[in-house]
């Protein structure tokens, strides 16, 4: 689903990414972990095209997509989740949500006048799919709910189903523990897990070992912006030059 392959990025002469390669498998869930500063943010960001690789290729889906705009990545297929920017914390959740699908005829002012019937049954599709978004999430309750009043899990979980609006493929997931409480984080846990059972496809960057551990089938570590080493979370934990990256000494 998703090949990196010796992907390079610098800046201003700091290589933040170094010859990094790695793949992802369809349908299944892998971690991408390392320590701070690791590179794992900005090779997020060279797979959804808000950054272009200076050496090296990104292949989605079998096509190499490294000098692709990031919109034309996401409409192959790539979501990724993003905080809710300030703006779209002073709408409710259900708008949150029906703003995400780009194309819609009722943002053309001429459309709204003279195919009115159109731009009503589009909108009508929209709000169907995101109160399937939200019933997935068990989020339902929050629909009219302001995105600034949610709590920091009820946010992820936002984040989450703005990615899913535009039914992608393969999800990126931008460290969705960060700051939930334990009840929450088994939620997202658990709605990471169901996305896979639809066949979707998910590599995310979290810090929290415990979901990892939990959920993902591989895991990917990154160091000093290298590839260091990848299996599944078992022999990736046991592995001393994991160990050795995050205390940043030499083990016996
Ligand atoms: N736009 C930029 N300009 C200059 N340096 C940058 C830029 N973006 C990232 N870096 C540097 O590149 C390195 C990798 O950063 P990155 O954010 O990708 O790491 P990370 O693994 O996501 O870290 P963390 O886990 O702390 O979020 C860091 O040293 C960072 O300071």
């Known amino acids: 689903m ?4 010796k992907v390079v990025k610098e800046f201003n002469g700091f290589r933040a990414v170094d010859e990094c390669s790695f793949e992802v498998k369809k349908n299944t869930i892998t971690g991408l972990i390392g320590p701070n500063g690791a590179g794992k943010t900005t090779m997020f960001n060279l797979i959804a095209g ?16 490294n000098s692709f705009a990031a919109y034309k990545i996401a409409r192959l297929g790539l979501a990724r ?9 002073k709408m409710t959740v259900l708008e949150n949500l029906m703003l995400v699908p780009g194309g819609q005829s009722g943002e ?6 003279f195919k009115s019937s159109k731009v009503k ?7 169907s799919r995101a109160y399937r978004v939200l019933k997935f999430l068990e989020l339902t309750h929050v629909a009219d709910v302001l995105a600034a009043n949610l709590s920091g899990g009820q946010k992820k979980l936002l984040e989450l189903g703005r990615a899913l609006m535009a039914d992608p493929e393969l999800i990126l997931l931008d460290e969705p ?3 939930v409480n334990p009840t929450l984080l088994n939620k997202i846990a658990k ?7 639809k066949g979707k496809t998910i590599l995310l960057i979290e810090h929290n070992m415990d979901l990892i551990m939990n959920i993902c089938d591989r895991v990917i570590v990154m160091n000093d912006g290298k590839h260091l080493v990848d ?9 001393p030059r994991v160990l050795e990256a995050y205390l940043g000494e030499k083990t016996a």
């Open 231 to 239: 299996g599944t979370p078992a022999e990736v934990k046991s592995n």
């Open 81 to 89: 989740t993003f905080q809710i920017p300030k703006t779209l914390k």
């Open 191 to 197: 709605n990471i897990l169901k996305l896979k059972e």
């Open 2 to 5: 998703l090949k990196v392959d």
């Open 50 to 65: 808000s950054l272009k690789a200076d050496q090296g290729e990104v292949y989605f889906s079998d096509q190499k997509v």
């Open 121 to 127: 049954a589009e909108e009508k599709e929209n709000e």
């Open 108 to 113: 053309n002012i001429w459309n709204s006048w």
């Open 177 to 179: 523990g960060a700051g």
